[in-house]
């Protein structure tokens, strides 16, 4: 059986969309089990998400470079008082634009913190995420920046849309 030009050209088109759904699933599974993780103190598999030189910059925590820098975040005291009081790290839906082998996801987390019988917003922030495909076809989080919705034009600027950017679709 022999494909004429015109199945051809659509079977090639059908496999471009097929990969890019794949790669907009695969970034959507690797965000949402961030919380997850965060919240079972996993700090391995937190800063499993990151490129080895990965950077994860957290507002009023500074920007950490590494896994050993990102995985201290988890293992530090705040986080740690957060699980021990009783912690939940929510992500919104994440806006992706791939291009190639690089994409940026752009959404809202919130961390919410048992108190008093009841839980409060303990943190509400815009976050980028900046990644990359790895070799193996895995996608890793190359810069995660984060930063609080308090007000700050900083952090309203990390959810608009960066022009040059946008790769064959959105989401």
């Known amino acids: 059986m022999t494909c004429d030009a015109d199945s051809a050209t659509r079977l090639a088109a059908f496999e471009a969309r097929l990969t890019e759904l794949e790669d907009r ?14 919240d ?13 030189d990965g950077v994860y ?5 500074g920007a950490n470079r590494g896994h050993a ?11 740690q008082q957060l699980m021990h009081d009783g912690c939940a790290h ?14 940026v996801a752009l959404g809202h987390s919130c ?19 900046e990644l990359a495909r790895e070799a193996d ?22 959810l608009s849309p960066t022009p040059g950017t ?3 679709g959105e989401s």
């Open 57 to 61: 910059e957290v507002g009023g925590f």
């Open 90 to 103: 929510l992500l919104g839906p994440v806006h992706i634009r791939i291009d190639g082998a690089r994409a």
């Open 137 to 158: 076809g895995q996608w890793r989080v190359t810069r995660r920046s984060n930063r609080l919705l308090d007000g700050d034009p900083a952090a309203r600027a990390l």
């Open 40 to 52: 079972s103190g996993d700090a391995a598999g937190v800063a499993a998400l990151w490129r080895d």
């Open 166 to 168: 946008t790769g064959s």
């Open 25 to 38: 699933e695969a970034i959507r599974n690797l965000i949402a089990s961030y919380g997850p993780l965060a």
């Open 69 to 79: 820098a990102i995985a201290a975040l988890i293992e530090g005291p705040t986080h």
């Open 111 to 129: 961390v919410l913190r048992h108190r008093d019988g009841g839980f409060e917003a303990y943190r509400v922030s815009a976050n980028s995420w």
